[in-house]
């Protein structure tokens, strides 16, 4: 088992920035994708981002809406892995979840949940 937690989402004006973390405990894989959603009042849940880790490295990917202005990180020491998020629309409201996989299965674990909130 997995065990995600995400946190520091908050009610931020237009243009302004939030910085979410997903902290990780529990079973652990060597390879594995951790990725971000976001899911909006009366939407589906959408896919943001996501950061793969395998033996040859890891690699990053975003949805062409949010590139250029978040970011995926990690900190190995901490296993947490952080999504910054500048430049803030209302249109990035939504509650954010954390989610991991295997490198060829389906997202499995899946975080609680933070809200944000961008205000015009």
């Known amino acids: 088992q997995v065990q995600l937690v995400e946190s520091g989402g908050g009610l931020v004006q237009t243009g302004e920035s939030l910085k979410l973390s997903c902290a990780a405990s529990?079973?652990?894989?060597?390879?594995?994708?951790l990725g971000w959603f976001r899911q909006a009042p009366g939407k589906e849940r959408e896919f943001v981002g996501r950061?793969?880790?395998?033996?040859?490295?890891?690699?990053?990917f975003y949805v062409d809406s949010v590139k250029g202005r978040f970011t995926i990180s990690r900190d190995n020491a901490k296993n947490t892995v952080y999504l910054q998020m500048n430049s803030l629309k209302p249109e990035d409201t939504a509650v954010y979840y954390c989610a991991v996989k295997t490198l060829s299965g389906p997202y499995v674990y899946w975080g609680q949940g933070t809200q944000v909130t961008v205000s015009s």
């Open positions: 529990g079973r652990t894989f060597t390879s594995y994708t």
């Open positions: 950061i793969t880790w395998s033996t040859s490295g890891s690699n990053i």
